[in-house]
């Protein structure tokens, strides 16, 4: 049998290899390595472009050993700190500024320390871009996890004066990225609806949903009748209506805040009178909670209007279904009715779908084989770091065909 090949083919399959063999000095810039979503989507991507080939180094301005993801001292890539002496807030106030300050700060050191990297990966601070594009030929691939401006508070006339200047840049900045990604669809619109002039230029993010390593959870044994739920203890993560939830079926952070809505929430327990049958789990290791995961009935998330989320991935991997609110991206990462329950953001609402599980448990097995092969599908690690690769790759394609033009 001979197969005849064409020019044109030799080079095409040729210049493919070369791209997908192509090895690239890759530095990631992030505020803080510490264990929340945002960090959890950066490790992911520092393991994933590691296993790719590349030289991967991670930049930050805080990353306690004792507090962070594992992946963080494996080895398998670089972290080095810069600025942890500059302050996180000024008597817990002027957060925002701070943050640009310390990144700054690490963005200067990449600059003067380091050599050229092909490929600079920044998210929440859009304000390190210009200053990392003062090399030029470093390509800086910005990933926006939400608009700060819409996060932070504009309750008074001296916040929205404070904070004026710090939403101008953001979206000045960010625009001058060479590739925008988000979350999800649902932050890809909110993107267009928030930065106008970026839209009206024709600046569009592309999606690159977070992902989670399926291989780390296994087939549980038992499925206990306990509801999980997982977040920060942050008021924006709405978790009252958990526990609202669960009383009417009739059964530490930094931040000063986190840990008064702690309290509040424990008081709240023992108002609805279920104090006794809600544990409260602070800074819990992952193997800890990979245990909680392969023993709940399924997992409870409350947050409203979130820009993914990265809880009900890792439910569903571990084989659970999810109640969560009918809103943000758990719409785009939960099927309704086949990987869990889409509820409005009521306690009447997620407790009439934790009725369904304990009324019939069984259902949660069903529910959790399909969620775990759903996500084993479209939100793997392995699925994100192709996907990642390769948009990094385009970008430096991009970057080398417009020289040569």
């Not at 063999?21 to 530095?27: A, E, L, P, R, T």
């Not at 700190?81 to 000024?90: D, M």
């Not at 890809?188 to 999606?207: C, E, H, M, N, Q």
């Not at 819990?284 to 979130?306: F, G, M, Q, W």
Request: glycine fraction near 4%; charge should be positive.
């Amino acid at each position: 049998l001979i197969l005849y090949v064409t020019k044109k083919e030799v080079t095409e399959a040729a210049a493919m290899e070369k791209k997908n063999g192509s090895k690239m000095n890759i530095s990631i810039i992030h505020p803080d390595l510490g264990i929340g979503g945002a960090e959890r989507l950066i490790v992911d991507a520092a393991v994933e472009l590691a296993s790719h080939g590349h030289n991967v180094h991670i930049f930050t301005s805080h990353h306690d050993k004792n507090r962070c993801f594992e992946e963080t001292l494996a080895g398998s890539f670089a972290v080095t700190v810069y600025g942890s002496f500059l302050p996180r807030h000024i008597f817990y106030r002027f957060h925002a500024v701070c943050a640009y300050i310390r990144c700054i700060f690490v963005a200067l050191c990449v600059l003067f320390k380091w050599p050229s990297f092909d490929v600079v990966l920044a998210d929440q601070v859009s304000v390190v871009i210009p200053i990392l594009k003062l090399k030029k030929s470093s390509k800086v691939v910005f990933y926006c996890h939400f608009p700060d401006l819409l996060l932070a508070k504009h309750t008074t006339l001296a916040r929205r004066i404070y904070r004026a200047p710090i939403n101008y840049l953001e979206q000045l900045t960010t625009g001058m990225a060479d590739l925008i990604l988000v979350n999800s669809k649902f932050t890809a619109s909110t993107f267009a609806a928030t930065f106008k002039r970026l839209d009206s230029r024709g600046i569009k993010p592309a999606v690159l949903y977070p992902a989670v390593n399926v291989d780390q959870f296994t087939q549980p044994n038992c499925y206990k009748l306990n509801f999980l739920s997982i977040n920060r203890f942050e008021k924006k993560k709405n978790i009252d209506l958990a526990i609202s939830a669960f009383a009417m079926l009739g059964s530490p952070d930094r931040l000063r805040e986190n840990v008064d809505y702690l309290e509040q929430l424990k008081v709240l327990a023992e108002i609805k009178g279920v104090s006794k049958q809600v544990k409260f789990i602070t800074s819990c290791p992952t193997a800890e909670r990979n245990a909680l995961l392969s023993e709940c009935l399924c997992v409870i998330y409350t947050p409203k209007d979130e820009h993914f989320g990265i809880v009900p991935l890792e439910a569903m991997a571990a084989h659970k279904p999810v109640i969560a609110c009918n809103s943000g991206g758990p719409v785009e990462s939960v099927k309704d009715g086949e990987t869990g329950f889409l509820c409005d953001p009521s306690p009447q609402s997620f407790s009439l779908a934790m009725a369904k599980f304990l009324n019939d448990p069984s259902l949660a097995e069903n529910m959790g084989s399909k969620a775990r092969a759903h996500v084993a599908t479209s939100f793997s690690t392995k699925t994100f770091g192709n996907k990642l690769n390769e948009y990094i790759m385009d970008v430096v394609e991009q970057h080398k065909r417009s020289k040569s033009d």
